[in-house]
């Protein structure tokens, strides 16, 4: 499998997930964050197909999640982002695989499209599950809402508001505040970008620095940027074009030149903190 690209913290490599998991070892990664392609037809370059048919599509995520179960620490977490209507079988094989169902996360999508003769889609499903009772969890809090305008709170919490711990409230399993990227400022590519927010709050919620995270399915490279920021080390692949990973990538001030890799091991050019700004 080729390397694309090595940082002190991840190793990206370019090619089909199942080949790279071929080669990692059992119980060796302690989180694996996956956002696979939903097989809506979408155009992700040359030789990568999103539109199977439907029982090749729950195969194929059957087996790619075998093996993500499979190099899944004891104690680890396994999240899945996806369509709610594929999330249920996904659901189904997570639970085939005896991992422990954590939470269906509802995802709020704000301006979704209205679907003919159907209820309006507001949410994405984001799966939790973790292989035996969790090794790290922490519940992140949110801010007390406030209006914009007056500055006071929204809700009056059934009068119990003096009770509330004052960090924030207990995050709930449905998230309203991760916005789509679609600002072309604030994008890394063309589509299917995630909010590093949410990844932020992924690894918050199942990581510490030092733990291993793996994302099979590497698009602008979400995951292993806010890894590096969070200091987890990573494993990321990317079957097709990787270069808007690398250039996202390439700011990190700790990306090493690896010279027994390649010539495709890129060296530092900008650090990682001044990519989002610019
Ligand atoms: C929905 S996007 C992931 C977006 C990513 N979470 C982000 O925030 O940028 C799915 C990606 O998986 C890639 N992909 C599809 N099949 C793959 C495979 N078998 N192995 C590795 N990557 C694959 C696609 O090329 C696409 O870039």
Redo the contacts with the bound molecule.
């Keep these: 499998m080729e390397l694309e690209l090595a940082t002190d913290l991840g190793k990206l490599y370019r090619?089909?997930?199942?080949d790279l998991l071929a080669e990692m070892e059992s119980d060796s990664v302690d989180v694996v964050f996956a956002?696979?392609?939903?097989n809506l037809g979408k155009d992700?370059?040359r030789g990568?197909t999103?539109e199977m048919k439907e029982h090749e599509y729950l195969d194929w995520s059957r087996a790619?999640i075998t093996e993500c179960a499979r190099v899944l620490a004891p104690g680890g977490a396994f999240f899945l982002?996806n369509l709610p209507k594929w999330n249920i079988s996904n659901g189904q094989s997570m639970l085939d695989l005896g991992l422990l169902f954590r939470h269906w996360v509802a995802i709020d999508i704000k301006f979704g499209l209205p679907i003919q003769k159907k209820l309006y889609p507001s949410h994405y499903s984001l799966l939790y599950f973790t292989k035996g009772k969790p090794k790290t969890f922490e519940r992140p809090r949110l801010p007390i809402d406030v209006c914009r305008h007056c500055g006071k709170d929204i809700k009056d919490y059934g009068g119990h508001r003096n009770k509330l711990h004052p960090d924030g409230i207990n995050l709930t399993d449905v998230w309203f505040d991760i916005s789509p990227v679609r600002h072309k400022r604030t994008k890394?590519?063309g589509a299917?970008?995630?909010s590093e927010k949410l990844l932020e709050r992924v690894l918050t919620i199942a990581s510490v620095p030092g733990d291993m995270v793996f994302?099979?399915?590497?698009?602008?490279?979400?995951?292993y940027a806010v890894a590096e920021k969070m200091h987890r080390r990573w494993i990321g692949?990317?079957?097709?074009d990787c270069s808007?990973i690398t250039n996202r990538l390439i700011g990190v001030e700790n990306v090493v030149d690896m010279p027994n890799a390649g010539d495709s091991v890129r060296k530092p050019r900008k650090r990682l903190d001044r990519i989002e700004a610019s």
Excluded: A, K
């Design positions: 090619g089909d997930c199942m956002d696979p392609p939903f992700y370059g990568i999103d790619w982002y890394n590519r299917n970008e995630l994302d099979p399915f590497g698009g602008s490279g979400t995951t692949v990317e079957i097709g808007h």
